[in-house]
């Protein structure tokens, strides 16, 4: 069975840094392209970085410079380092990963982002 | 960017009624649309992917169609658990893009 789980999540001071991680399981992280999507509160759903098999790597202008993406593929986990922190940062953020055709999304992980 | 408009943005209807919400991309995307569902407090349910390929486990009376830049989603029939906030989103692109979302509610 596919299955994403998000952790790190947490409450963070302006100008901080946290990093994201996405364990999967079912599918290997490698062999797929996997993504960090976010959600303000209240809001729409918002991408924020893409990671593809072959190891390109593309970024949301918002968060393009401040924010990481990578995996481990040992560990079968992406993640998302996240530095510079800023008050419009606070969302949940999801990943998801694409398999096939079709794509598969995790729970979700909240960041708050305040003094 | 590719820029996704999703109408209408409030809908509201009741139980056994056909609704359609229609999305629309800024330049042709072929078929790399998904249609999600979310309720509140919740993460986002992949209900349709490649525009019209239904989801496992996902009721029938859910359906999308279109192709390039024009698509819908169709709820057969309305039902209780049906009343959320759906989403489409195009993944042919590496910067993916939603829609704004269209709020389904009780009439």
């Known amino acids: 069975e596919v299955q994403l789980v998000e952790s790190g999540g947490g409450l963070i001071q302006p100008g901080g840094s946290l990093r994201l991680s996405c364990a999967a399981s079912?599918?290997?992280?490698?062999?797929?392209?996997m993504s960090w999507v976010r959600q303000a509160p209240g809001k729409g759903l918002e991408w924020v970085s893409i990671?593809?098999?072959?190891?390109?790597?593309y970024y949301a202008d918002s968060v393009k410079g401040r924010f990481t993406i990578s995996r481990d593929n040992s560990e079968n986990t992406l993640y998302l380092q996240m530095n510079n922190l800023r008050v419009e940062d606070t969302a949940i953020y999801y990943c998801?990963?694409?398999?096939?055709?079709?794509?598969?999304w995790g729970q979700g992980t909240l960041v708050t982002v305040s003094s | 960017d590719i820029q996704m408009t999703q109408s209408p943005s409030t809908l509201s209807a009741s139980v056994g009624d056909r609704v359609t919400i229609t999305c629309r991309a800024s330049?042709?995307?072929?078929?790399?649309l998904a249609w999600y569902q979310q309720k509140p407090g919740k993460a986002p349910k992949l209900l349709i992917f490649?525009?019209?390929s239904l989801e496992s486990g996902v009721s029938s009376r859910f359906s999308g169609s279109g192709s390039g830049t024009e698509f819908t989603l169709t709820i057969s029939s309305l039902q209780p658990d049906d009343f959320a906030t759906y989403y489409c989103?195009?993944?042919?692109?590496?910067?993916?893009?939603f829609g704004q979302g269209t709020k389904v509610d009780i009439k």
């Open positions: 989103q195009q993944y042919n692109t590496y910067s993916w893009s």
């Open positions: 079912g599918f290997t992280v490698n062999g797929n392209y």
């Open positions: 998801a990963s694409g398999l096939g055709n079709s794509l598969s």
């Open positions: 490649k525009a019209s």
């Open positions: 330049q042709s995307i072929s078929n790399w």
């Open positions: 990671i593809y098999s072959g190891g390109s790597t």
